[in-house]
């Protein structure tokens, strides 16, 4: 019985920590570049590339109704300026069919942002992390320095190798931090109590919000039609007349408020993903923040809190579909936005958060948490790096026609998990030493006898 529990103990740390997203992507890399169409394999089993392809574009409702007379993928190839041909497209006019991808894309991963957003929230909570001006300011500083320098680059790139009309709409893709995946890579490089994660943690937290309203504001599906918004207002005023009540249930606030929500964004062209986010801060919640992570979150029964025990577990699968419907480039598809989203993420971050940290202590007097140096900065910079899940969430939302210069995208975003083992080649170098929690607790003690 013990080790059925331990089992299942493991299963769900991996499903935690994201293993269904990365178990979806490496699906998709390997039937979108033919791996399970090899001779070896029998021929009932096999699945060509072409059936990536079809699978993630079919159309739910002509599917479930017998009409198979859907849209002709292969009719639509068209060349690109990056070379190629295009596999299938998207109308930019925002609206379309019931495929696999819109269902992942605009539905689940609504509930994905809705998530991270009840994060950002409660952070400003008090006791969060964006609550106290004067220990948040460096670090969101340094957030700031996150997303202007892999803008920077990325746009530098684009003027210099000429592709500014080609790739100039993906600027965004490097402004992005996984807060999952960096959060791990941080606790093996700097220990779990050391006080880089909590700065990690923060500037992930405030990289989400900047990455909300990017996502907003400069990727509608098609011209914004500002009615809409009336809609949205009323299902937040909705929502509070709802918790004034002191209705409990997380259901009632996604069925009532969060539909309409979510529906006046899909009519008013921004994505549909972020529906949900508006109503998040009118769900009863807890007046306090214990922080991102933390465990004694799991005890809180706040209909906020239930909301996130409930959906946490479906959103990992999700994204696992997520992984699947969108991870499916051709290995041969790297090309110039592969390198130009790399040097975004991987000199860009570091560079912009260190900088920006740097203005902060000795251009505006601001202080660094306790316990840590430049050496720590650096690194974690690069930890920030790691863009994956919404880097390649907004590689979509900034080319909605799919081809060579998305996917070549998009390969940037997935090959941003190399900012892992260079953070932890940075660490080593500079004698980075995983801290303990009595040491954490130590520069805790510190920093408030400064204070």
């Not at 479930?64 to 990056?82: I, K, N, R, V």
């Not at 098609?222 to 299902?235: H, N, Q, Y």
């Not at 009519?267 to 769900?283: C, D």
């Not at 991987?346 to 430049?374: Q, S, V």
């Amino acid at each position: 019985m013990t080790g059925h529990t331990q089992q299942r103990g493991i299963i769900r740390t991996l499903i935690d920590n994201s293993f269904l997203l990365i178990a979806g992507t490496l699906l998709a890399l390997l039937w979108a570049n033919g791996a399970f169409n090899l001779g070896g394999i029998p021929e009932s089993l096999r699945l060509s590339p072409e059936s990536y392809v079809e699978f993630i574009e079919f159309d739910l409702i002509s599917g479930w109704s017998g009409d198979h007379g859907g849209t002709d993928h292969s009719a639509e190839a068209a060349p690109q300026q990056d070379g190629g041909e295009v596999n299938h497209s998207e109308d930019s006019g925002g609206h379309h069919g019931l495929s696999l991808h819109f269902l992942v894309n605009d539905i689940f991963m609504a509930l994905f942002f809705a998530i991270a957003a009840k994060e950002v929230w409660e952070s400003m909570l008090p006791g969060g992390a964006l609550s106290n001006p004067r220990k948040a300011a460096t670090p969101l500083l340094a957030t700031f320095g996150g997303i202007a320098g892999p803008v920077l680059v990325y746009l530098g790139g684009c003027v210099l190798t000429g592709q500014s009309d080609v790739f100039g709409d993906g600027w965004a893709v490097p402004c992005a931090t996984d807060i999952a995946f960096s959060y791990l890579v941080a606790k093996v490089i700097f220990g779990a109590g050391h006080p880089a994660i909590a700065f990690l943690l923060l500037l992930a937290i405030a990289d989400d919000a900047a990455g909300l309203i990017i996502l907003a504001l400069a990727y509608p599906q098609a011209p914004i039609e500002p009615i809409w918004f009336g809609l949205t207002v009323f299902a937040m005023v909705f929502a509070k007349i709802l918790s004034k009540a002191r209705v409990q249930s997380h259901w009632i606030y996604l069925i009532g408020p969060g539909v309409l929500s979510w529906f006046s964004f899909y009519e008013a062209n921004i994505h549909a993903a972020l529906g949900l986010v508006p109503i998040i801060p009118f769900l009863p919640h807890a007046h306090t923040d214990l922080g991102i992570f933390a465990k004694q979150e799991l005890h809180r029964d706040d209909t906020l809190n239930e909301f996130e025990h409930f959906w946490k577990l479906p959103v990992e699968f999700f994204l696992g579909f997520f992984g699947l419907a969108n991870a499916g480039v051709v290995f041969s598809s790297l090309g110039t936005g592969t390198w130009l989203v790399l040097a975004g993420l991987l000199l860009g971050k570091p560079l912009g958060i260190t900088l920006m940290t740097l203005l902060a202590e000795k251009g505006l007097k601001l202080e660094k948490p306790a316990g840590m140096d430049y050496r720590h900065v650096v690194t974690l910079g690069m930890v920030a790096g790691i863009g994956f899940t919404v880097a390649l969430f907004v590689s979509v939302a900034a080319f909605k026609v799919a081809g060579p210069v998305q996917d070549s995208v998009k390969m940037g975003a997935l090959l941003s998990f190399a900012a892992a083992p260079l953070a932890i080649i940075i660490g080593k170098a500079l004698r980075i030493q995983p801290a303990t929690l009595a040491d954490a607790a130590g520069s805790e003690i510190k920093d408030k006898s400064v204070s």
